[in-house]
């Protein structure tokens, strides 16, 4: 279950004197929406990787999330889950009549299961932060590979090179399936944009398992 998490919410922090902007429900509220919309990211629930991550936004009129982005993270996807989800509270807000922007901070608090962490092996989470950074440069070389030939213009010479590359990163039909998992969670959710990128990955390392749901709900 890619969902398997312990997600703490501290106290959120709105930059602004005297901001009336509030969840709709209060803090309680916003902790239990976090906590059901989150997807614990593939890479860091395999390396038990826990952090917390600090998203600032702001908010248009209407409560709607604009401007969102990570204010202080590890560089790895447990900052892109955590943006991810506040992105979704958009429109679930209470505006004042008389509003001015403010900014707000979300700190997220991720917590990998230790019950499930012995499964993968013992971890230091500090070298898989850093191997998640290097692992991206691999990854970026499969997925540029794969765009340049779906548009006619890749050197099909380093097919086998890729191929191998991809075995090393562990692309295969598990890493795949649980790919497809957390898209079809995400599409669930309500969350289209953030299912089309997963499926979009999916497309960019060779495979065509996502290409139907593509298709369908990303043109």
């Known amino acids: 279950m890619l969902k398997t998490l312990c997600l703490l919410i501290f106290s959120v922090i709105i930059v602004t004197a005297n901001a009336q902007v509030a969840f709709k429900g209060g803090q309680a509220a916003l902790y239990t929406f976090l906590s059901q919309k989150i997807v614990y990211p593939e890479y860091s629930r395999q390396n038990c990787i826990s952090g ?28 892109d889950e955590a ?32 019950t499930t962490c012995g499964i993968y ?5 500090t070298q898989a932060i850093t191997a998640y950074k290097n692992r991206q440069l691999l990854e970026d070389e499969v997925t540029n ?13 380093h097919e086998a090179e890729i191929t ?10 598990k ?3 649980d790919v497809l998992e957390q898209a079809n969670e995400k599409f669930q959710q309500g969350d289209k944009e953030g299912a089309c990128r997963d499926w979009t990955f999916i497309r960019n390392i060779g495979s065509n398992q996502a290409d ?7 043109k």
Do not use: E, H
């Open 52 to 79: 917390t991550i600090k998203v600032s936004f702001s908010l248009d009129k209407n409560g709607n999330v604009v401007d969102a982005k990570v204010a202080d993270g590890l560089g790895i996807d447990l900052d």
């Open 83 to 114: 943006l991810r989800v506040v992105k979704l509270t958009s429109g679930k807000w209470i505006m004042p009549v008389k509003y001015s922007p403010v900014t707000i901070i979300v700190p997220i608090r991720f917590n990998a299961d230790q």
């Open 121 to 125: 092996g013992p971890v230091n989470p």
């Open 145 to 157: 590979y794969y765009k340049a030939k779906y548009q006619g213009k890749g050197d099909t010479t």
């Open 164 to 173: 191998n590359l991809k075995k090393i990163l562990g692309f295969d039909d």
């Open 175 to 177: 890493f795949i399936s």
């Open 212 to 218: 139907q749901m593509l298709f369908k709900y990303c």
